[in-house]
């Protein structure tokens, strides 16, 4: 197995997302959105990204205030630690100036509870050209959003994490599958899991065992049969009848 | 490589894989080999395996007890214990010595053998 980052359509939209609100004109708001339900990869994606445009990722939560969400953001840039909110955050703009970066919020939930995070957030992407702020939440964050229409209108890039499709599925076979699997196994894969990443790639992985073992070129559902593609398959066939 | 023989080097590069696995692995939280290699972009696995190994060895990392070894699929899950900062650890907080040494024994401890 090759473990590498499958470039499904929910992870291009992300970095397309990112890179645009890094490369936005003068005057436009530098905030994203990335939404999603559990087990979709934001978590994975996030950080993939990340390392790859350097950002800076915080996690909120239910304690966060201005100063915390400031100090925070400071430990994550290397900046000594401060007591007040005005120094602290001249010295993230400071920094920020130097090399500017992309702030992902994790758990963003819990800034719509103040709308003084949120104008600080503004207030240091719009101090600092080539910044952006990207919240990062469950699928309720975008309805909260888009109830406040406040919020709503600073946020330029939405993105909504939606289950793999087959296309996806090929994209994901084909990067980190050794062997060749045929297009109806593809198909039959993404049925049996539901869209699942972590599911599937134990099913390709079991798919290229069973390839190497029989010297096949393209593994396909004839030579694959009725055999489980991960372990509690059968499980969950029953459940459902 | 520039730097005395057998100098420490106090601060990781920031742009190192290990920098950037490090990253990884506070977003994850809990994670896999594959997760840190998917993340980062590593093409081979040795330099970020060393690394969990390392950091497992000064207590940052636990490895969850719920693995099956030799499970088609199934990969040791670590997950972080402690969470230093956005910078590698590349001295051991605990007892004092690089990541690299193969245990962490505290100095009054190390003193007592």
């Known amino acids: 197995m090759k473990h ?12 397309g997302a ?3 609100l890094s490369q936005r004109g003068p005057g436009l708001e530098g905030m994203g959105l990335l939404g999603g339900e559990p087990g979709e990869g934001k978590t994975t994606t996030l950080a993939y990204v990340s390392n790859l445009v350097n950002g800076v990722y915080v996690r909120a939560n239910a304690c966060w205030t201005v100063t915390a969400m400031l100090a925070e953001i400071s430990h994550e840039l290397g900046l000594p630690r401060q007591r007040l909110k005005h120094p602290m955050i001249n010295a993230i703009i400071g920094a920020m100036l130097i090399e500017p970066r992309p702030i992902f919020v994790d758990e963003a939930d819990y800034l719509l509870r103040s709308t003084d995070m949120l104008d600080t957030l ?10 952006c702020v990207i919240l990062v939440g469950m699928e309720e964050l975008a309805a909260k959003v888009r109830a406040n229409g406040r919020f709503a209108r600073r946020i330029t890039q939405w ?34 899991t539901r869209g699942n990443v972590g599911r599937m790639v134990v099913g390709l992985s079991r798919i290229e065992s069973l390839g190497k073992a029989n010297g096949l070129e393209v593994v ?7 055999r489980e593609l991960f372990y509690d398959q059968s499980l969950r066939t029953k459940r459902r009848k | 490589m520039s730097g005395k023989k057998g100098q420490i080097r106090l601060k990781a590069n920031p742009h190192s894989a290990r920098q950037k696995a490090w990253q990884s692995m506070r977003i994850l939280r809990t994670f896999t080999l594959p997760d840190l290699m998917r993340t980062t972009g590593e093409k081979k696995s040795d330099n970020i ?6 950091l497992a060895v000064h207590g940052y990392l636990s490895v969850a007890d719920d ?4 499970e088609k699929g199934s990969y040791k899950r670590w997950s972080i214990r402690v969470n230093p900062g956005p910078l590698l650890p590349v001295v051991c907080k605990r007892c004092g010595q690089v990541l690299a040494t193969k245990e962490c024994k505290a100095p009054e401890e190390a003193g007592n053998v």
């Open chain 1, 159 to 192: 993105v909504e994490f939606s289950g793999l499709d087959v296309t996806d599925a090929v994209t994901l076979a084909a990067t980190v599958c050794e062997a060749q699997v045929g297009r109806d196994l593809v198909e039959h894969l993404h049925r049996e």
């Open chain 2, 49 to 54: 395996r060393k690394l969990a190994g390392q």
């Open chain 1, 4 to 15: 590498e980052m499958a470039m499904t359509k929910n992870v291009r939209r992300f970095l």
């Open chain 2, 67 to 70: 693995w099956v070894r030799g």
């Open chain 1, 220 to 226: 396909d559902l004839a030579a694959w049969g009725d």
């Open chain 1, 18 to 20: 990112v890179r645009e």
């Open chain 1, 122 to 131: 503004r207030d240091i992407y719009d101090m600092v050209p080539g910044a």
